[in-house]
């Protein structure tokens, strides 16, 4: 499956890029949320994406906000943030902005994969559901 990467550290970004390689996965890297926006919102962008929380300009959040607002029909997505911040509050607000998960830096492989794993699941029950309409 195909994985959008949008974080500002270069070596936040490698690792998450070498270790979900190392699963299988096609990686596709951005260092900013306007960039990963932009690339999300093509036709036939990543169904999966993990965006860091914090970023310069257009941060986790605001993405994931942007694309459940644009409501392109019948396209799989499931987002995840990845953050520093893990008081509740944050968390909460992360998931009513549309992430559909998160993962806390730094992340465990063990959890990212579990979360990676239900991503996939939902990504294909869409993908099946998006085929019966």
């Not at 994985?3 to 890029?17: H, W």
């Not at 294909?124 to 998006?130: D, E, G, I, K, S």
């Amino acid at each position: 499956m195909q994985i959008l990467i949008a974080d500002d550290d270069a070596v936040s970004r490698r690792l998450l890029e070498a270790t979900l390689q190392s699963w299988g996965h096609e990686v596709v890297s951005c260092a900013d949320g306007h960039d990963a926006l932009a690339r999300l919102s093509e036709p036939g962008g990543a169904p999966m994406a993990i965006l860091d929380w914090m970023m310069p300009g257009l941060d986790g959040p605001s993405v994931c906000r942007r694309l459940r607002d644009a409501g392109v029909p019948n396209q799989p997505r499931y987002l995840v943030l990845l953050t520093s911040l893990a008081e509740r509050e944050k968390i909460v607000a992360g998931l009513g902005a549309g992430a559909d998960d998160y993962v806390t830096k730094p992340f465990h492989q063990g959890e990212l994969r579990a979360r990676v794993t239900v991503g996939e699941r939902v990504v294909a029950l869409q993908t099946a559901l998006a085929g019966r309409v």
